[in-house]
């Protein structure tokens, strides 16, 4: 059978009388029912589950993105404690620096002795009174003291250089004038130490 005979069979087919159509016709219209009701029921109970499993392979990328994300965090965490032992060491050792209750009177003396030894008149040494802070107090000491460049520079030096925290304040540096020589100078500041408060307030 050739082309033209199956086409000319097709046309003369009566969609009224399917049972008198040719055998091999009816085999065909069979198979392509049957592709057709294959290809409906994929579509309706597959595609549903595919559809969830779309979904479930997004909801596994995001679970994953998130264990990788928690996992830097947990691989981090040794070089945090690490980090943090660093600061705590840090800032104890700079606790140590402020002197305790019982040592101020001592820092105060020895401010007084790096003065002498510095070749410098003083002329006041007058405490202000304490001034509570955070976990600190400032204890600030006005200074006027005299002399030459060199020797105020040299008390400067060695009261930062001293153990315990010491900062020099609201320099106020010009001539000596009166009956001292020219090249003396009058310096006046706000010397001041820190002590530490614990959690009561209280000092060491």
């Known amino acids: 059978m050739n082309a033209a005979d199956i086409l ?32 409906l029921g994929i579509w309706f109970l597959i595609k549903p589950d595919y559809d969830q499993l779309g979904a479930e392979q997004l909801t596994e990328q995001d679970l994953k993105q998130q264990f990788e ?3 830097h965090k947990v691989a981090a965490l ?23 209750k019982t040592e ?6 020895d401010i ?12 006041l040494f007058q405490p202000q009174g304490e001034s509570p ?22 008390f400067v030096s060695a009261v930062a250089a001293l153990p315990r925290i010491v900062t020099i304040d609201e320099v106020d540096l010009h001539p000596a004038g ?4 020219k090249s003396e100078l009058r310096m006046t ?16």
């Open 69 to 71: 994300a928690k996992q």
């Open 189 to 204: 500041a706000l010397a001041k130490t820190y002590r530490y408060l614990d959690a009561n307030g209280g000092g060491q």
């Open 8 to 39: 000319r069979q097709l046309q003369t087919l009566d969609s009224r009388e399917p049972g008198n159509w040719p055998r091999w016709v009816q085999l065909a219209l069979s198979i392509l029912v049957a592709l057709v009701m294959i290809g």
């Open 78 to 100: 040794d070089a945090y404690k690490a980090q943090l032992a660093d600061m705590e060491k840090s800032f104890g050792d700079m606790l140590k620096q402020l002197p305790g």
């Open 104 to 109: 101020v009177a001592n820092l105060l003396n």
């Open 133 to 154: 802070k955070s976990f600190y107090a400032e204890i600030p000491n006005r200074i006027v003291v005299t002399g030459t460049y060199h020797q105020i520079g040299s």
């Open 178 to 181: 009166g009956s001292a020589p």
């Open 112 to 123: 007084s002795q790096t003065r002498v030894a510095s070749g410098l008149e003083e002329e």
